[in-house]
């Protein structure tokens, strides 16, 4: 039987100390979030059977998204299929042929499908890099809308993006500016409210999108803003007009989980606490884990097969790290991509250190 409310997990007949789950918040199997789906289930069946605009909008929509909109500080918002369905439907229901949009270089794949569909022009900038933001949007075309798109943590690095230098760029340009909160949302800011609350709440993004795929777990995507913003995004965001509604389930389990969240902060604190702790052992023992600041912290060991080699001798040692190489990452940066969620106990992360800096010393990781 798979233990659903445990941090570790069963991998051919083995048992594993999973660390490289999304959950970060580890309300994944939370016995409240499942009576949630399992009453909206009795209630409506399994499938919302239509697009919103259509016969797919139930009561529970309305209330997920009045409550996404309140989690989110906005007045509005609206919830798609996925986070993957947000971001192209909002990308391309905003921006058009004549006008630009400026993606970081590491911003996520539905980013870049999005800036396609909207037919604008696109400008990337260095990572995480304000400056040369700066200078792309001087050389852009003033005449169009100038819509500015970054990850608030970035889900292979877990950085952050720099919010406030971002914001001081696009106001002197009178750029948009963006943010996908996918790995943000429950994991960064005191209360788990994302990348505004992580800078003190005073420097505000224009867009604020997210899915209910990874801390919240569930699937989904949300958009939170101005009343126009998603009266407009209602009309003209093609996943959201042309593809079946979020389902009954998934958006009840996604709602109570929000709804914990917010009545438990302390699983926000916990994953801080213990993803800076992890860091501190790994890098003071010799581990590159690049910029992370985040529950997200990649250990990188290099070439693709030096990544494969450390996730097999992490198995051995009892974690489950799972690999990520070229493309995804440059093939001198292959990693193990680590993430902590509320599920660890502070023992579980002795018990991971230990177990990667044992493999990391099999590998040649780090001297002995
Ligand atoms: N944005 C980011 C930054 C993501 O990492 C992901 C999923 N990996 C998505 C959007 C898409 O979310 P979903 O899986 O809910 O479609």
Redesign the pocket.
């Known amino acids: 039987m798979p233990e659903r409310n445990s941090a570790y997990v069963e991998l051919d007949g083995e048992r594993l100390l999973m660390m490289s789950g999304?959950s970060y918040l580890g309300l994944g199997g939370d016995e409240r979030v499942v009576a949630a789906a399992k009453a909206a289930l009795d209630l409506y069946g399994t499938g919302a059977h239509g697009v919103r605009a259509l016969a797919g909008s139930l009561p529970l929509h309305e209330e997920l998204e009045a409550e996404v909109a309140k989690f989110a500080g906005r007045d509005a918002a609206l919830v798609f299929g996925?986070?993957?369905?947000?971001?192209v439907g909002t990308v391309g229901a905003l921006c058009g042929p004549g006008d630009t949009v400026l993606i970081d270089k590491y911003?996520?794949?539905?980013?870049v499908d999005g800036c396609q569909l909207s037919g604008a022009t696109v400008t990337r900038f260095r990572h995480n890099d304000a400056d040369h933001l700066d200078r792309r949007l001087q050389a852009s075309d003033p005449a169009g809308l100038r819509l500015v798109i970054v990850?608030s943590?970035?889900?292979m690095d877990g950085d952050i993006a720099p919010l406030p230098a971002l914001r001081e760029v696009c106001d002197a340009h009178g750029a948009l500016l963006m943010v996908?909160e996918?790995?943000a949302l429950g994991v960064i800011g005191a209360t788990g409210r994302g990348i505004e609350d992580h800078f003190g709440g005073s420097v505000k993004v224009d867009v604020k999108?997210?899915?209910?795929?990874?801390a919240i777990p569930s699937?989904?995507?949300w958009v939170a803003g101005s009343p126009e913003l998603i009266q407009h995004l209602k009309y003209s965001a093609r996943p959201f007009l042309f593809s079946a509604a979020l389902g009954p389930a998934q958006s009840a389990a996604a709602l109570e989980a929000l709804r914990i969240l917010e009545r438990e902060p302390e699983r926000v604190a916990h994953t801080q606490r213990e993803s800076a702790r992890l860091r501190e052992i790994l890098s003071a023992a010799g581990m590159r884990t690049g910029q992370s600041e985040t529950a997200v912290i990649p250990l990188i060991a290099g070439s693709d097969e030096s990544a494969y080699d450390y996730a097999t001798a992490c198995r051995k040692a009892g974690v489950v790290g799972l690999p990520v190489v070229s493309p995804a990452v440059p093939n001198t940066l292959a990693r193990l991509r680590i993430a902590i969620t509320a599920r660890h106990s502070t023992e579980d992360i002795d018990v991971a250190a230990e177990a990667f800096l044992t493999a990391a010393r099999q590998c040649r990781l780090i001297g002995s």
């Open positions: 999304y996925s986070g993957y369905a947000a971001n911003d996520h794949a539905s980013i990850d943590v970035y889900s996908d996918a790995h999108l997210g899915t209910l795929s990874k699937m989904g995507g």
